[in-house]
C-alpha cells in the first residue's frame, strides 16, 4: 500500500506552504495504487491558487480494474450479515468523529470554506452514516402469512450490485458520506469518483473505512474528468448511479446511465428563494439570509440566493446591506473569517459576469463585492458578498444558478405573487418562507412547488431519517437521496411465494390451470 490517505492529506498542507506537489493515488482493493495516467489535473489552494497535489484521470485499465474488483468484492458482501455491516458502520462513524480535524484541514486547504463550515460538511455526512446504523430495521421485510389457503408470501429488500458515486466540488466530505455508507450497509459495492477539484476527504474517508473493516473491492476510489464519468456511465458491472452536480453534467448522466440500464439519482441545480413577509423577526430573518446566502461563499445547492421581499419588507434592504458589509472575506484557515475564497478562477469570473449583467439589465448594485483584496492573498478567488436589488424574473441574474455569494432581491406585494414567482421557476430544490403568521407559513408550504421547505428555516436540508427531496429541474430520477428513499435507491425488492400444502403427500396428479389462491 502506498501513503496512507491521511498523510496524503497532511503532505498537501505542507506542499501548500513549500510548493511541492504530490499525486494522490487510486484506492482499489483497500490499496492506495499509483495511477500509469498520462494526463493529470491540479489541485489549487482556492486562496492562494498555488497546486497542491494532482488528481490523474485513470486510464481505461484502472477503471476497468476498480469496477470489476467491486463486482467480485460484491459476490461474498452480499452474502454478510446485516449485523456485520451494521457493525462496519459502527466503527466508521467513530473514526469519522475522531478524524473530523484533519477532514476539515484537507477541505479548507482543497475548497476553500473555513474551518467551522467545513467541520459542518463533515457533520452532516456523519449523520447519514449514524442512519446507517439502523441498517437492520431500515431493511426489515414484509410477511403476509395465509395469503391464501396453505400460501405465504414474503417481500425483502437485496441489493443491486456495484452502484458508482460521483461527486460535486461544493461538500468534499457530505456528498461522499451521502453515497457510499449507506450503498454498502445496504449490501452493495460502490466505485466512488470525488469531484477532480479536491479529491483529499474522500481518500481519507477510503482509509478510515479500511479501517473500520470494509473488505477490499467494497469502496474503490478513481479520479478523472469526463472520460471517467463517461465510463461510469456505460461500464455493464455498474448498476446504478448516484450524482450531485450542475445541470449539464447532470442531465447527461442521467440519460446515458439511464440508457445503458441503470437507475439513477441526480441532484442538480437551483434557485432557492427566500420569501419574507413584513410580520417576520427581523432581526433573526436578516440574519438567517444573510448565513445562508453567503457562508460557503455561496457555493451550495441550498444556498438561499433569491429573496422576494413583500410588501413592507421591502424596507428592510438597508439592514440587510448593512449585516452582510460586516462579513470578513479571507482565508477558510483565518479562524476571523466568514467568507472564503470561491472554488476557481473561472467560477469567480463567472459569479462577477452575471453580477454585470444584472446592472445592465436594470438591477442596482446595493452591496459589490467585486475587487475584494485580502491581505496577504493577493492571488485568491476572491469575491466578497453582493447584494442586487431591483431583480426581475427576465434578468440573467435571475434565471442563471449564479453559485457565488450574491444575493438577488425581487419585490412584490402580496404573498400569491410571492407564491406564483416562486412557481413559475424552473428548479424547485428549496424555498423558505419568514413570517410570525402559521396560517400565511401553511398556505405557503401547501402552494409552493418546491421539494423542500423551511418555514423560519433558511436552509431546509432534511436530517437522514427523511430524505432529500428536490424537485422539477433540480432532481432527475425517482428515488432520492439518503432516508427511506436511498435506502429504495440502493436495494430492489424480491418477493416470494411458498405452498405448503398439508396433503401435499397424498396429492398424485398435476393441476394445470392458472392458480387461483383462493
Not at 446504523?133 to 450490485?161: F, H, M
Not at 442586487?388 to 405573487?417: A, Q, R, S
Request: charged share 20%; with cysteine; net charge negative.
Amino acid at each position: 500500500m502506498l501513503r496512507s490517505a491521511l498523510s496524503i492529506a497532511r503532505t498537501s498542507v505542507v506542499a501548500a506552504q513549500t510548493r511541492a506537489v504530490s499525486r494522490v493515488p487510486l484506492f482499489i482493493d483497500n490499496e492506495f495504487v499509483e495511477s500509469k495516467a498520462t494526463k493529470w489535473i491540479p489541485v489549487h489552494n482556492p486562496a492562494t491558487n498555488e497546486v497542491v497535489c494532482e488528481v490523474p484521470c485513470a486510464t481505461q485499465e484502472e477503471l476497468d480494474r476498480a469496477s470489476a474488483s467491486a463486482a467480485e468484492a460484491f459476490k461474498s458482501w452480499k452474502n454478510t450479515s446485516v449485523i456485520s455491516r451494521q457493525n462496519i458502520m459502527f466503527k466508521l462513524r467513530d473514526l469519522i468523529v475522531k478524524n473530523q480535524g484533519e477532514l476539515a484541514k484537507s477541505i479548507t486547504l482543497e475548497q476553500g470554506k473555513t474551518i467551522p463550515d467545513a467541520e459542518g460538511d463533515v457533520f452532516r455526512g456523519l449523520q447519514v452514516v449514524e442512519h446507517a446504523c439502523g441498517i437492520p430495521s431500515l431493511l426489515q421485510s414484509e410477511i403476509l402469512n395465509g395469503i391464501a389457503k396453505d400460501i405465504d408470501t414474503y417481500s425483502y429488500r437485496v441489493p443491486l450490485g456495484v452502484t458508482g458515486g460521483i461527486c460535486p466540488f461544493n461538500f468534499p466530505a457530505m456528498i461522499p458520506l451521502w453515497m457510499f455508507p449507506l450503498a454498502i450497509a445496504c449490501g452493495n459495492t460502490m466505485v466512488l469518483k470525488p469531484s477532480e477539484r479536491d479529491p483529499g476527504a474522500a481518500m481519507i474517508l477510503a482509509e478510515l473505512a479500511v479501517e473500520a473493516g470494509v473488505p477490499p473491492g467494497v469502496l474503490n476510489i478513481v479520479h478523472g474528468a469526463v472520460d471517467t464519468v463517461n465510463h461510469m456511465c456505460d461500464d455493464p458491472n455498474i448498476k446504478a448511479l448516484s450524482f450531485v452536480g450542475s445541470d449539464h453534467a447532470g442531465m447527461h448522466i442521467y440519460e446515458r446511465g439511464s440508457k445503458s440500464g441503470k437507475r439513477v439519482q441526480s441532484n442538480m441545480g437551483a434557485k432557492n428563494h427566500g420569501v419574507i413577509l413584513p410580520d417576520a423577526n427581523k432581526t433573526a430573518t436578516l440574519n438567517a439570509v444573510v448565513g445562508a446566502a453567503f457562508g460557503a461563499a455561496g457555493q451550495r445547492c441550498m444556498a438561499l440566493s433569491t429573496i422576494v421581499l413583500v410588501g413592507e419588507a421591502q424596507e428592510w434592504i438597508d439592514d440587510l446591506v448593512s449585516l452582510a458589509s460586516n462579513l470578513k472575506v479571507g482565508s477558510g484557515f483565518d479562524s476571523t473569517v466568514d467568507v472564503g475564497p470561491m472554488i476557481s478562477p473561472q467560477a469567480t469570473q463567472r459569479a462577477v459576469d452575471l453580477v454585470q449583467s444584472g446592472v445592465d439589465q436594470g438591477a442596482t448594485v446595493v452591496l459589490d463585492g467585486r475587487g475584494v483584496q485580502v491581505d496577504g492573498f493577493p492571488n485568491g478567488n476572491w469575491l466578497g458578498p453582493t447584494i442586487l436589488t431591483n431583480v426581475t424574473t427576465e434578468m440573467d441574474c435571475y434565471k442563471e444558478e449564479i453559485f457565488g455569494p450574491v444575493l438577488v432581491c425581487l419585490n412584490v406585494e402580496t404573498l400569491d405573487e410571492a407564491t406564483a414567482l416562486v412557481n413559475a421557476n424552473r428548479w424547485g430544490n428549496g424555498t423558505a418562507i419568514f413570517t410570525n403568521s402559521g396560517a400565511a407559513a401553511r398556505k405557503y408550504t401547501m402552494e409552493t412547488e418546491a421539494g423542500q421547505i423551511g418555514v423560519n428555516v433558511p436552509i431546509p436540508v432534511p436530517l437522514p431519517m427523511f430524505s432529500f427531496t428536490g424537485h422539477k429541474a433540480s432532481f432527475a430520477g425517482d428515488l432520492n437521496f439518503y432516508g427511506k428513499a436511498g435506502v429504495q435507491f440502493y436495494t430492489q425488492l424480491k418477493t416470494i411465494t411458498s405452498l405448503w400444502r398439508e396433503g401435499d403427500a397424498d396429492v398424485l396428479k398435476a393441476a394445470t390451470n392458472f392458480p387461483t389462491m383462493k
